[in-house]
Structures are given as structure tokens and as C-alpha cells.
């Protein structure tokens, strides 16, 4: 061992030049000390020979640990090889990722005039687009009152439209919907699967539509009320929206208040069934149940079409109540 690596401590200096003999003059006490610091020398001694080795044993393991936690490139990796990871399975090439989603605009400004009084004006409620983006979509405005010719090419672009809430029933605005029915019904026909959800007022106008009658809607109470929805007996989801809910969800859909409702009018399940037009082309999924016990239609869906059509507000969200108290304070409508 050379040199260097060997203590240089005066212990050690002491207990390799001591003899026996000097050792044996010495008092007791004195002998014990020098056994002491002999015996705490040799300890020294033999870390002094082991620590090396010991150091870059330990070196070898963190360089070997360090390795193993090296992030390679692909190019790093052979194939085949146990570091190889499987790789991610491709995307169905049946399904869209990324939708594009046609919103039909609402006349007005959504403030009773106070950021825009034009008579051409529209709108789309915040709440909507948050509902098809938090969903992965992106949204394409349809605006109601634009040439026809350009809503057939915005209808080209997007892969679904939603009809939302609001008051209009008569008007452009009535015939700009039945025009973008007309036109979603021509692309299922064809093999062109393009969905359609219709929620508050587009419930209503769906109804009139295709009842072909304006004044089959009823009043009810349930103007910003929160209530359940009752499934009817018998009912198979399948196919429809509510098919990925949880069963604990669907339980509490009908036991809770749970959905938001804010509308005047609707229609009751038996002048519903009444007509062969609206029976024939939708099935019955949910009532509910206004302030006065009166029970209307709040969820239908289409017997051979991808159509659904709510008369209560899935896309109100939590961030959407924050602003309850507001809403009547300034004078908007909350639609």
C-alpha cells in the first residue's frame, strides 16, 4: 500500500516505535492508554486500507444507478431490446378526435340591449361553448340570419350543431332552425353521421317542427328550477347520451334535484304521444316535474337519427351558478 493512503496520526506514530520492553517500564495506567491508542490506530489503520475500495465500489453503483434512470432516445433503444417499451396503440381511424361543432346564434345580445341594440345582432351564451370545448370539440358559429348560402358551407365544416336556449319561436330565427334540420336529417341520410342536440328552446322548436304545428307547446312552471329526471319505464339507453352514465348517476338523476331547469313552456307526455309526427320520430326518455306537479317531457331521442333533444341545461356548469346572483342585477336574461 503506498504510503500516503497510511495514517500519519501520532497514535500510530506511538504504537510502531514502541518495544515491548518500553512498555513494560511504564505505569499501568500509562500501558493502558498506549493499548488504547494502539488499538484506535489499528482501527484507523484498516479504514485507512478500506475506505478506497469501499468509495469506489459505491462510485460503481451510483454511475450504475444513474444509468439505469437515463432517459434514452428512441435511437438509444434496440429494438427488441428489454428497455424497449410497447409502443401506444394507434387511434381509432372511425373516430374524430377534434369536432368541429356548428352553434347556432340566438337574436339579440344576451344583455337586453346594453352591449349591442342592432336588429341584426346575435349571440351565444358563454355557457355552450364552454360545454362543447370542455368536451375536446371546437365550436364554428352558425349565425341565424346570414345568407343561406353560407350556412350550407358552415354546415359542410363542422361534424354536429347544437340549438340552444333563448325565447325566438317565430321568424327567421323559426325558419333558419327547420333549414338546419332539414339539412341534418339530408346528411344521416346519405351515411354522413352528424348529430344534433337541441336543449331548452331548441327542444320547443324541434317540437313545432316536426309536429308541424306551433301551438302544441303547454305552459309550465319551471322557470330556474332545479329538479330530477325520471326515466321511463322500460327505457334502453343504449345509443343514447345517457349510456356512458354511471349507474350510481343515473340513480341520483332520479332521486335528486340534480338538473337545472328554466323554461315556460313544454309538452306533457300524453299530448306528446298524442301526436303520431313527434311519437313516431322520438322516443320518450325522462320527464320532470314543474312547481305545480304538472309532469312534461324533458329528454327524447330520435328512433333513427343521431337527434336528442333536452328541455332542461346540461351545459350549465358550477362556473355558470357563480353568477346567479348577478344575472337579475343587471338585467340579463339567463338563458
Not at 330565427?173 to 336543449?199: C, Q, R
Request: contains cysteine.
Amino acid at each position: 500500500m503506498p504510503a500516503h493512503f497510511l495514517s500519519s496520526s501520532p497514535s500510530a506514530s506511538t504504537s510502531s516505535t514502541a518495544s515491548p520492553a518500553d512498555s513494560s517500564d511504564m505505569p499501568k495506567d500509562a500501558v493502558s492508554a498506549s493499548s488504547s491508542s494502539s488499538s484506535s490506530g489499528r482501527y484507523s489503520e484498516i479504514w485507512n486500507y478500506l475506505w478506497v475500495p469501499l468509495l469506489l465500489s459505491v462510485s460503481k453503483e451510483l454511475t450504475a444507478a444513474k444509468a439505469e434512470s437515463t432517459i434514452l432516445l428512441p435511437s438509444d433503444v434496440r429494438l427488441g431490446s428489454a428497455r424497449s417499451s410497447p409502443s401506444c396503440p394507434a387511434p381509432d381511424p372511425k373516430l374524430n378526435f377534434r369536432p368541429v361543432v356548428g352553434i347556432l346564434t340566438h337574436p339579440g345580445d344576451g344583455a337586453s340591449g346594453r352591449l349591442n341594440n342592432d336588429t341584426n345582432a346575435s349571440y351565444i351564451a358563454a355557457s355552450y361553448v364552454k360545454f362543447v370545448e370542455s368536451a375536446g370539440a371546437r365550436v364554428i358559429p352558425l349565425i341565424y340570419n346570414e345568407p343561406l348560402e353560407i350556412l350550407h358551407e358552415k354546415l359542410n365544416l363542422v361534424n354536429g350543431v347544437i340549438f340552444t336556449g333563448g325565447w325566438a319561436k317565430s321568424g327567421l330565427y323559426y325558419k333558419t332552425v327547420g333549414e338546419i334540420f332539414k339539412k341534418s336529417l339530408e346528411k344521416n341520410d346519405v351515411g354522413d353521421h352528424f348529430p344534433v342536440l337541441a336543449i331548452c328552446l331548441g327542444f320547443e322548436l324541434l317540437t313545432m317542427i316536426i309536429s308541424k304545428d306551433q301551438k302544441i307547446l303547454e305552459e309550465f312552471s319551471a322557470a330556474d328550477q332545479a329538479s330530477t329526471l325520471k326515466f321511463m319505464e322500460n327505457t334502453d339507453i343504449r345509443g343514447t347520451v345517457f349510456q356512458r352514465f354511471p349507474p350510481d348517476l343515473l340513480r341520483k338523476l332520479s332521486t335528486d334535484c340534480l338538473v337545472m331547469q328554466n323554461h315556460h313552456y313544454g309538452i306533457s307526455p300524453e299530448r306528446f304521444q298524442e301526436n303520431i309526427d313527434l311519437s313516431s320520430f322520438f322516443k320518450i326518455l325522462t320527464t320532470s316535474t314543474d312547481e305545480d306537479d304538472k309532469v312534461y317531457v324533458s329528454t327524447v331521442h330520435a328512433r333513427s337519427y343521431p337527434v336528442t333533444a333536452f328541455q332542461w341545461h346540461p351545459e350549465v356548469g358550477v362556473w355558470h351558478l357563480l353568477f346567479a346572483d348577478f344575472v337579475p342585477a343587471a338585467g340579463l336574461r339567463d338563458e
